[in-house]
């Protein structure tokens, strides 16, 4: 009886058929795929595609058409690629391997192989050209150094110019300022930047809004953002400035009105740094974006040269090579930073900066800002390579014309004098924000605000840089510098008898006096004979103010003003 493969319980028995020998299946013959006829149409599609993406892409990621640009070569690689593979799907290729395949891009692709292959020669040559280890001496001259006199050459600032907030502080003002205002807090929030700019003679920061999502964008970007803030870095009075015309351009808003995309396609080969808002002296916002260009090699060297201005409001722009005098942030910080390490680290030459490491000298780990006259200056400072925690000096650079000056001042770095203010406040457990560098007594002064775990200012610190143990605090700028003059007077580092920065003084009879208590502190309110303004004085800060009365011939120091009550910062009977 023969064997069926269909016996054995339904099990099929392959190879079997009726007891017959085995036999191998044929292979599969794989189907063709099918060419477009067409070798034009063939290569229409394939550009037609190529176009496509590259404009997708184009559009989201805004790679500038430069060549200095590596995101350039990166978007010209990937459109490379794209046309290759829409190039074996429109052939039919029917190829067998990796030679197969070599063999057809050669033949079909033989344009955008090449235009890959020249990105790749162009990139690596473009990138040994401009490499650190042969351009060393080219990197340390990005930043034109001259050496400077601290105590001759900064003035001893005024109190109304001394920036008492950081960014974090000015956010949390900011946010406040904005949650206080019904009409917008449901609506709109504060983009993060916060520029610093000198606006009308006062440090200040610039904040420009957003919308909450992408709905409310959709109900009211017809009328555009209504205002803007302005954070008094001095005084700490936050201003929402109303637009009778909304600000239209920014770089959260979306599609053709953001910012990046807004430049891109206007100056479609220009490399840009990143923007910043800043106002006129009439309080028109607009956007600083700075041309970068790179001067060493392809990619190297990096450099500004001037600055697309764009108006918030209309969204116009210009391209100035010389930019107007009330532009403040030309030049980032962070490039700033980098050019010096170029030159504290090369000027004596490459091998050097890895071996003998002679005068080879690095920027300290942070920045801070300092308005000077109608321009905002970068200030940090510059410590050796090792470990240590001092300073060699420090640099301040004019962030519109990048005019630096190197000051040779041993002392403490920034962080140490941080530490030293904490540690004297240590039971009140306060930190301290980045120090300010200022000339107090014509000695070089770290000055900082000191916050409570609420990022609130609640006293201020100054540090003497050459001596860190040297430490003054006070509730007010004016009571501390009061004890810091006092404490160089006894270490016999300035006169004693020095006047306060700022101040001016009166002397003269009570016409009347009278008390406050206000935020817990008693506080006098003295007027003179032939005077029509009081100064205020605080009986923590002068005791002599308690025992004062009408008739006493007194001498007071305060700061000048236009408003009626002047704060008065020493009062002394004669």
């Known amino acids: 009886m023969p064997f069926s493969g269909t016996d054995s319980g339904g099990f099929q028995w392959e190879g079997f058929e009726s007891g017959a020998p085995s036999q191998p299946r044929p292979p599969k013959q794989k189907k063709p795929r099918r060419a477009v006829k067409s070798p034009l149409t063939r290569v229409l599609i394939n550009l037609a595609v190529t176009l496509a993406a590259a404009f997708v892409y184009f559009y989201v990621n805004l790679p500038p058409i430069n060549l200095q ?25 029917q190829g067998q391997g990796v030679k197969g395949y070599f063999k057809f891009l050669r ?20 990138s040994l ?10 990197y340390a ?34 946010d406040r300022k904005l949650g206080e205002l019904s009409d917008m807090v449901s609506q709109f929030d504060v983009v993060d930047d916060y520029t610093q700019i000198n606006y009308k003679g006062r440090p200040v920061r610039i904040a420009t809004l957003m919308y909450m999502d992408l709905i409310k964008w959709f109900t009211n970007r017809g009328d555009g953002l209504p205002a803007y803030l302005v954070i008094d870095m001095v005084t700490q009075n936050v201003e929402l400035v109303r637009l009778s015309e ?4 920014t770089t959260a808003e979306h599609f053709g009105r953001n910012l990046y995309r807004h430049i891109r396609f206007h100056y479609p080969t220009y490399l840009f740094s990143r923007p910043v808002m800043e106002v006129d002296e009439a309080g028109v916002p607009y956007w600083i974006c700075p041309r970068l260009v790179r001067t060493i090699g392809l990619f190297g060297g990096t450099d500004v040269k001037g600055a697309v201005l764009v108006n918030a409001i209309t969204g116009d722009s210009q391209y100035y090579e010389e930019v107007p005098d009330w532009v403040d942030n ?37 920045y801070n800002y300092i308005a000077m006259g109608d321009d905002v200056w970068v200030y940090t400072g510059v410590t050796s390579t090792g470990a240590d925690q001092s300073n060699i000096g420090f640099i301040l650079t004019n962030q519109r014309t990048k005019e630096s000056k190197f000051y040779s001042c041993a002392g403490a770095t920034e962080h140490s004098a941080m530490a030293s203010a904490q540690g004297q406040l240590q039971h009140l457990e306060y930190t301290a924000t980045f120090p ?20 609130l200012v609640k006293q201020y610190a100054m540090v003497n840089v050459q001596q860190y143990q040297i430490v003054a605090t006070g509730d007010s700028v004016a009571q501390c510098e009061q004890n810091y003059l006092a404490m160089l007077g006894e270490k016999g580092l300035v006169d004693g008898s020095a006047p306060l920065s700022g101040t001016e003084t009166v002397e003269g009879t009570i016409a009347e006096i ?18 029509d303004r009081f100064y205020s004085v605080k009986a923590s800060e002068q005791p002599m103010a308690v025992i004062l009365s009408k008739g006493d011939q007194v001498s007071i120091t305060f700061r000048p003003g236009e408003e009626s009550i002047l704060e008065g910062v020493t009062v002394e009977r004669r």
Do not use: W
């Open 246 to 249: 909304g600000i239209k351009y």
């Open 107 to 126: 033949r079909q692709c033989l344009i955008p192989l090449v235009v890959a292959a020249l990105s790749l020669v162009l990139c690596v040559l473009g």
């Open 330 to 366: 030309l030049y980032p910080a962070g490039l700033i930073v980098q050019q010096y390490d170029y030159y504290g680290m090369y000027h004596n030459g490459f091998l050097n900066s890895m071996f003998g490491q002679k005068d080879v000298t690095v920027t300290t780990d942070d």
């Open 436 to 455: 300010l560098l200022l000339n107090v007594g014509g000695q070089p002064t770290y000055f900082m605000a000191m916050k409570d775990k609420a990022q």
């Open 129 to 138: 050209a401009g490499s650190v280890v042969f351009r060393a001496k080219t």
């Open 69 to 93: 640009a590596p995101e350039f070569h990166t978007f010209l690689l990937l459109l490379c690629a794209l046309y290759c593979g829409c190039a074996v799907l429109t052939s039919g290729f």
């Open 141 to 174: 001259q990005l930043l034109p150094i001259e050496t400077g006199d601290f105590a001759a050459e900064v003035d001893e600032i005024s109190y109304d110019q001394i920036p008492m907030l950081d960014k974090n502080s000015a956010e949390r003002l900011g």
């Open 514 to 531: 009278r008390s406050a208590v206000l935020d817990g502190n008693s506080v006098y309110f003295i007027q003179l004979i032939g005077g």
